[in-house]
């Protein structure tokens, strides 16, 4: 019996710190720490934004005739092994959008999470999440928000000292990222297309 209340002691004392910081604090260091060492690990970043389940990261075309590419946050989880969390998932969906009105599918990604998965011309990745319950004793727990990171090869990166968390968004001044509402968009079905309104 005293052997286990040494052993629930020091799980409680250890997991304490725990509960008031994110996932990716525990696994990757601090946000900041964890964006620069995605950026050295993963891939070079140009540009990042903070995206609520339900959006879409858009990062637009260079000119009107270019499409946009749409990469919808379908879903996060967070497992948990007691009070740790063992493993993180967030699946996307991307479109390529002609016009602001033609969807035509162009991925589906099971899980980014601290990897790349391309997208057009370039790369995505998530490097952080937030919004969630915390399990004290085991579980999954569904993912409000992630940090989706972005890299286009052409580009120049963004200097490791001029990433920036206390933004929502962030990107070099030669990509356009935009944050939009994706769940609550009206749109129709035309075979695998979607058409937007």
Same mark, same amino acid.
């Given at each position: 019996?005293?052997?286990?209340?040494?052993?629930?002691?020091?799980?409680?004392? =250890?997991?304490?710190?725990?509960?008031? %910081?994110? *996932?990716?604090?525990?696994?990757?260091?601090?946000?900041?720490? =964890?964006?620069?060492?995605?950026?050295?690990?993963?891939?070079?970043?140009?540009?990042?934004?903070?995206?609520?389940?339900?959006?879409?990261?858009?990062?637009?075309?260079?000119?009107?005739?270019?499409? &946009?590419?749409?990469?919808?946050?379908?879903?996060?989880?967070?497992?948990?092994?007691?009070? %740790?969390?063992?493993?993180?998932? *967030?699946?996307?969906?991307?479109?390529?959008?002609?016009?602001? %009105?033609?969807? #035509?599918? =162009?991925?589906?990604?099971?899980? %980014?999470?601290?990897?790349?998965?391309? #997208?057009?011309?370039?790369?995505?990745?998530?490097?952080?999440?937030? &919004?969630?319950?915390?399990?004290?004793?085991?579980?999954?727990?569904?993912?409000?928000?992630?940090?989706?990171?972005?890299?286009?090869?052409?580009?120049?990166?963004?200097?490791?000292? &001029?990433?920036?968390?206390?933004?929502?968004?962030?990107?070099?001044?030669?990509?356009?990222?935009?944050?939009?509402?994706?769940?609550?968009?009206?749109?129709?079905?035309?075979?695998?297309?979607?058409?937007?309104?």
């Amino acid at each position: 019996m005293k052997g286990f209340a040494i052993f629930l002691t020091v799980i409680l004392v =250890a997991a304490a710190p725990a509960a008031a %910081i994110s *996932v990716s604090d525990i696994l990757k260091g601090t946000t900041d720490a =964890a964006l620069r060492q995605y950026s050295r690990q993963v891939m070079p970043v140009d540009g990042w934004a903070k995206v609520r389940k339900g959006e879409a990261l858009v990062i637009r075309g260079a000119a009107f005739w270019n499409p &946009d590419y749409y990469v919808v946050f379908r879903e996060g989880k967070v497992r948990f092994w007691g009070p %740790i969390p063992r493993s993180v998932d *967030v699946s996307v969906e991307a479109y390529k959008v002609y016009f602001g %009105i033609l969807a #035509v599918p =162009a991925g589906e990604y099971q899980d %980014i999470w601290w990897t790349r998965e391309r #997208v057009g011309g370039g790369w995505v990745g998530d490097f952080f999440v937030s &919004d969630f319950k915390w399990r004290w004793f085991g579980g999954e727990s569904d993912v409000g928000k992630a940090w989706i990171a972005y890299n286009a090869p052409g580009i120049t990166d963004l200097a490791a000292e &001029d990433l920036n968390l206390n933004l929502s968004i962030q990107s070099v001044p030669e990509l356009e990222l935009e944050v939009v509402e994706w769940e609550s968009r009206k749109k129709m079905q035309l075979g695998k297309y979607l058409l937007l309104r």
